[in-house]
C-alpha cells in the first residue's frame, strides 16, 4: 500500500480556466476528505465521501466546486472559472469508518491561479 | 461550532530541550482530539489521539499529550527535541458524529537550534 497519492502535486493556471484534482486513497479505506489549506493556515474542510455517497459539503465549497467518488474509490475535485483566491494547497485524506478522525493525507495539490 | 486555538505561531527550541505546544478547543460536548505533524513536503501524519478514558495520552515519536477538560486544553508535549523534530504541528478537534470531519487549529511551527 502506497498511501493517499494526489495527482498533480502543482498545478499553475490563468484565471477563468478549469482545474481537476484527482485523490487515489489507501484502497480499503471508505471514508474520503478534501481540505483546502492555505500559507499559514491550518487545513479547513472541504467536504467528505462515505464509499461513493458526499455526505457534507462546507459552505466554503461555491458552486464551481464540484467533487465525485464515482466508484467509491479515487476522487475527483474540479474547480471551474478559477479566480485567483483559489490558490491553495488542497488535501486529500481517507480513513476508515471505525476509526474516527485517523486521516491519511496525501502530500496535497498546490493550485495557483495567475 | 467546534473550532481549535494554538496561540503560538512559532516556537524555537533547542536540541535536546523540552517542548510543550498549547492548543484549546471549543466543542459542546467531551470531542475526539488529535495532533498532526506536517514536515517539509509531506503530508500531514497523526501523532496522537485522545478518544476518552486515560487524559494522558502517548503517540509517536516521543510525544504526549494531555486532556484538560476544565481547561479546554489538549497541550502536547516532548521531554527531549530531536532537530528531526522541526516541522509544523496542527491540533485537531473531532465531531462524535458527522463523518468524524476534523476541524484544525492555524498550527505551530517548531524550529529546533543545534
Same mark, same amino acid.
Given at each position: 500500500?502506497?498511501?493517499?497519492?494526489?495527482?498533480?502535486?502543482?498545478? @499553475?493556471?490563468?484565471?477563468?480556466?478549469?482545474?481537476?484534482?484527482?485523490?487515489?486513497?489507501?484502497?480499503?479505506?471508505?471514508?474520503?476528505?478534501?481540505? /483546502?489549506?492555505?500559507?499559514?493556515?491550518?487545513?479547513?474542510?472541504?467536504?467528505?465521501?462515505?464509499?461513493?455517497?458526499?455526505?457534507?459539503? &462546507?459552505?466554503?465549497?461555491?458552486?464551481?466546486?464540484?467533487?465525485?467518488?464515482?466508484?467509491?474509490?479515487?476522487?475527483?475535485?474540479?474547480?471551474? /472559472?478559477?479566480?485567483?483566491?483559489?490558490?491553495?494547497?488542497?488535501? #486529500?485524506?481517507?480513513?476508515?469508518?471505525?476509526?474516527?478522525?485517523?486521516?491519511?493525507?496525501?502530500?496535497?495539490?498546490?493550485?495557483?491561479?495567475? | %461550532?467546534?473550532?481549535?486555538?494554538?496561540?503560538? @505561531?512559532?516556537?524555537?527550541?533547542?536540541?535536546?530541550?523540552?517542548?510543550?505546544?498549547? #492548543?484549546?478547543?471549543?466543542?459542546?460536548?467531551?470531542?475526539?482530539?488529535?495532533?498532526?505533524?506536517?514536515?517539509?513536503?509531506?503530508?500531514?501524519?497523526?501523532?496522537?489521539?485522545?478518544? &476518552?478514558?486515560?487524559?494522558?495520552?502517548?503517540? @509517536?515519536?516521543?510525544?504526549? %499529550?494531555?486532556?484538560?477538560?476544565?481547561?479546554?486544553?489538549?497541550?502536547?508535549?516532548?521531554?527531549?527535541?530531536?532537530?528531526?523534530? *522541526? %516541522?509544523?504541528?496542527?491540533? %485537531?478537534?473531532? *465531531?462524535? *458524529?458527522?463523518?468524524?470531519?476534523?476541524?484544525?487549529?492555524?498550527?505551530?511551527?517548531?524550529?529546533?537550534?543545534?
Amino acid at each position: 500500500d502506497t498511501g493517499v497519492s494526489q495527482d498533480p502535486r502543482h498545478k @499553475i493556471t490563468k484565471r477563468g480556466q478549469n482545474v481537476t484534482f484527482r485523490c487515489d486513497p489507501i484502497s480499503e479505506h471508505n471514508r474520503l476528505y478534501w481540505y /483546502r489549506q492555505t500559507l499559514g493556515q491550518g487545513p479547513e474542510f472541504l467536504t467528505y465521501f462515505q464509499n461513493e455517497a458526499q455526505l457534507e459539503k &462546507s459552505r466554503l465549497l461555491s458552486d464551481r466546486f464540484s467533487a465525485e467518488r464515482p466508484k467509491g474509490s479515487f476522487s475527483t475535485l474540479e474547480i471551474q /472559472r478559477t479566480e485567483q483566491g483559489d490558490s491553495a494547497m488542497y488535501l #486529500c485524506a481517507s480513513s476508515l469508518t471505525t476509526s474516527p478522525g485517523e486521516l491519511f493525507f496525501g502530500e496535497g495539490s498546490r493550485l495557483t491561479v495567475l | %461550532a467546534q473550532s481549535v486555538t494554538q496561540p503560538d @505561531i512559532h516556537i524555537t527550541v533547542s536540541e535536546g530541550a523540552s517542548l510543550e505546544l498549547r #492548543c484549546n478547543y471549543s466543542y459542546g460536548a467531551t470531542p475526539y482530539l488529535f495532533w498532526y505533524v506536517q514536515s517539509p513536503g509531506q503530508g500531514l501524519q497523526l501523532l496522537l489521539k485522545y478518544f &476518552s478514558g486515560d487524559t494522558l495520552v502517548q503517540g @509517536i515519536k516521543g510525544f504526549e %499529550a494531555e486532556f484538560k477538560r476544565s481547561q479546554s486544553s489538549f497541550n502536547l508535549r516532548k521531554p527531549s527535541v530531536h532537530w528531526s523534530d *522541526a %516541522a509544523e504541528y496542527f491540533c %485537531a478537534v473531532g *465531531a462524535r *458524529a458527522a463523518g468524524n470531519k476534523l476541524t484544525f487549529g492555524g498550527g505551530t511551527r517548531v524550529l529546533v537550534k543545534p
